[in-house]
């Protein structure tokens, strides 16, 4: 995270803190005793945009539309996730990375 803090501008969209919160905050999760990590990152909130063309670009899970788009309406460089729905998605911007990929880009 301090990384991240230091030398990214990191954007964070609506959709994504909401379903953040959704999650932590579960039945589910209340065992784990789950901390709100946006509380110790500096970023730029981005406000969600419905969108309308799901078929111009495939991504097998349609709830991840929105991260998508609010990465691309957001004009993002790279797309930071493990969700596994995104590796076979071939767009120019933002560049698609796992943690490891991003670790081993930028990190080392």
Known sequence: M???NSNCELL???YIIVEYDRVINSKKMSK???INIFDQLLF???KSIDYEDKDH????DNN???VLYDAINGNAD???TNDKDFNNIEIDKPRILNLKQF???FMQ
């Open 2 to 4: 301090q990384y991240i």
């Open 12 to 14: 964070i969209s609506d």
């Open 32 to 34: 784990y005793n789950c």
């Open 44 to 46: 730029k909130r981005i």
């Open 57 to 60: 670009i495939k991504i097998r």
């Open 64 to 66: 991840d539309y929105q």
């Open 78 to 80: 790279i797309l930071l």
């Open 103 to 105: 670790y081993e880009e």
